[in-house]
């Protein structure tokens, strides 16, 4: 059963910066990682995600140019670096893995088999 969990949330100001991350339990070769959000009152949302070799990578058009999706398979991290916060970008931020997908990424939730608990991200100032 591979774990997940999420750190580097935090208060930001508007156009600030931040680096989320997911560290896994076990060895993520061959998993494709996600990043969702779900903000209050909403529902969970992706937000982009990355193949198992971290050649392929897909973006919510939201965060298009404002956020990158990366990875460390040495490490078993998967990270998501923010840029440009918006206050609309408060949110609980999931990471999670799903094995096999062809070397594909994929932003259904549906296919995700392993989720984090999630880490809070508010833009404010």
């Known amino acids: 059963q591979l774990q997940l969990v999420e750190s580097g949330g935090d208060l930001v100001q508007p156009g600030g910066s931040l680096r989320l991350s997911c560290v896994a339990s076990?060895?993520?070769?061959?998993?494709?990682m996600g990043w969702f959000r779900q903000a209050p009152g909403k529902e969970r949302e992706a937000v982009s995600c990355?193949?198992?070799?971290?050649?392929?990578?897909k973006y919510a058009d939201s965060v298009k140019g404002r956020f990158t999706i990366s990875r460390d398979n040495g490490k078993n991290i998967a990270y998501l670096q923010m840029d440009y916060l918006k206050p609309e970008d408060t949110a609980v931020y999931f990471c999670?893995?799903?094995?096999?997908?062809?070397?594909?990424?994929?932003?259904?939730?549906?296919?995700?088999?392993?989720w984090g608990r999630g880490t809070h991200v508010t833009v404010s100032s």
């Open positions: 999670a893995a799903v094995l096999g997908l062809l070397g594909q990424c994929v932003t259904s939730q549906a296919e995700y088999a392993y």
């Open positions: 076990g060895n993520l070769g061959g998993y494709a």
């Open positions: 990355i193949n198992w070799r971290g050649e392929t990578t």
